[in-house]
């Protein structure tokens, strides 16, 4: 159906750039025209932009209310277990909604914990009908491991320091036979014949090289190559990763990832923060994408990427959420801002403009994701783009101010007024449409509140875990 949509101000993308007083026309999910024309007053002053991505997520609970909160990752990890999700339809449903209401068109889903109440195809199948009822783009990857699940290394020693009954309850959350590389692929490609389409891409998800095998990379890689399939993993998130890399693979971890053929164009990275010069030249050359996560990054004491140097050496650079924004609150607007004050530039020497920044994380995710096209708002494109609030955005109205420019001083999103994605509102006056969000977190906290009272076991052996982890991690850290 032909509609359009007039403005104050549309951003179409880096190429195009700024057109004052538009009018965006789109039909049958695709954008047919951009002209200038008056917008009209009784509309208020809006700014349209491109829908943006969230290319790194997991679609779980806000961490810090089952108390992961100011420990690393190796922790962390454990502790967000109170967190699995007791539904799998109202947990991505209240992700994806809660990404779609801060302004993304489309979100990774790199799904690290799945519930364990149905078989992971049906528990794929929820989760994609959940996009699609939320209305948003989504790329599911089902995350895989087959090693090193308690620490990178023998968890022996951990385990070893608790009780007998703490051992058994961890031992019977965290360390459970593993699947073979055969049997994930099969999975894989059936999740992807359930729910794959247009707006769906199913995707290869191994959780990071310290959780798998060389065999199991090995036949991602092998597999991946073969159909085309993308690829969504973690590589060097911590201290504790880089160092069981440099004892693991003294020849270097990404050049392995080179040589098995993992490390190609279809291969999109989290977070790299521990990344050497060399391992970002050899990433940059294989067309493979690097997603900064640079709240989560601080949230977790994990450190900061060179992000600036990654994209000086040519890396293509996206950002993503993770589920830990600055504010734990799926902020995508202010995750860009943040991103670009600490990797911009210094004095009058800049990394990229903002419209170059601004492209080159939505067409780099989009990319990762699957969605079609840069995002750039122009005819022929998707109809995926985001209506902002301008009069909030230019609360005082002084004088003509560049809008991306403020949206990058001071944007969050509250400035969200409509999302639309492939021509279909999923976004009107800041209020997601087609599922009910308030109603759905409020059945999940229910749910989350009766199943933490049921952990008393993980409850009492959690302090001694978390002692036993930190003794393991400094004991090992920087040994040969």
């Not at 521990?274 to 996560?293: F, K, Y």
Request: with cysteine; net charge negative; glycine share 8%.
């Amino acid at each position: 159906m032909a509609a359009e949509i007039a403005a104050t101000s549309i951003f179409c993308g880096p190429d195009r750039g700024l057109i004052d007083n538009a009018t965006l026309r789109y039909d049958n999910g695709v954008v047919t025209d951009i002209a200038a024309g008056d917008a009209p007053a009784s509309a208020g002053r809006t700014f349209i932009i491109p829908a943006l991505v969230n290319a790194h997520d997991h679609a779980r609970p806000t961490a810090s209310s089952f108390g992961a909160v100011n420990m690393p990752l190796e922790s962390w990890i454990m502790r967000s277990a109170f967190g699995t999700p007791p539904d799998p339809y109202l947990a991505a449903a209240s992700a994806l909604a809660r990404s779609a209401r801060a302004g993304c068109g489309a979100m990774m889903l790199h799904y690290t914990r799945p519930s364990g109440t149905m078989g992971l195809v049906d528990e794929a199948k929820a989760i994609g009908r959940a996009a699609n009822d939320v209305g948003i783009r989504m790329a599911f990857a089902l995350a895989v491991r087959d090693q090193n699940p308690i620490v990178y290394g023998d968890g022996e020693p951990v385990l070893s320091q608790l009780k007998p009954d703490e051992r058994k309850t961890i031992e019977d959350m965290f360390v459970r036979p593993a699947m073979s590389p055969r049997d994930y692929i099969a999975l894989t490609e059936e999740i992807a014949s359930a729910i794959a389409g247009p707006t769906i891409d199913v995707q290869f998800g191994p959780a990071g090289v310290q959780w798998c095998s060389k065999p199991l990379l090995e036949a991602i890689a092998e597999q991946s190559a073969l159909t085309g399939r993308r690829v969504h993993m973690h590589l060097l998130e911590t201290i504790y990763q880089r160092g069981w890399a440099d004892r693991a693979f003294p020849d270097g971890m990404v050049r392995y990832l080179k040589d098995i053929g993992l490390l190609s164009s279809r291969l999109t990275l989290a977070h790299c923060i521990h990344t050497t010069a060399d391992d970002r030249e050899l990433i940059a050359e294989s067309g493979a994408r690097i997603v900064t996560n640079f709240s989560s990054n601080m949230h977790l004491h994990s450190g900061l990427a060179p992000i600036a140097d990654a994209h000086k050496c040519g890396c293509a650079i996206a950002v993503g959420v993770d589920g830990l924004a600055l504010d734990e609150d799926d902020d995508v607007i202010r995750e860009m801002r943040l991103v670009q004050m600490m990797h911009g530039g210094r004095g009058f020497e800049r990394t990229w403009t903002r419209p170059e920044f601004f492209g080159l994380a939505v067409r780099n995710g989009r990319n990762a994701t699957g969605a079609p096209g840069s995002g750039e708002l122009v005819p022929g494109a998707a109809a995926d783009f985001v209506v902002l609030d301008f009069d909030r955005l230019d609360r005082d109205a002084i004088m003509a101010v560049n809008p991306l420019e403020l949206l990058f001083a001071r944007g969050n999103t509250s400035l969200v007024r409509d999302v639309v994605v492939n021509g279909r509102s999923i976004v009107v006056d800041g209020v997601v449409t087609n599922v009910d969000l308030q109603a759905i977190d409020k059945e999940l906290r229910e749910r989350y509140r009766h199943g933490a009272a049921r952990l008393t076991g993980f409850h009492q052996a959690w302090e001694p875990l978390e002692a036993s982890l930190s003794a393991w991690y400094r004991a090992h850290w920087g040994c040969a």
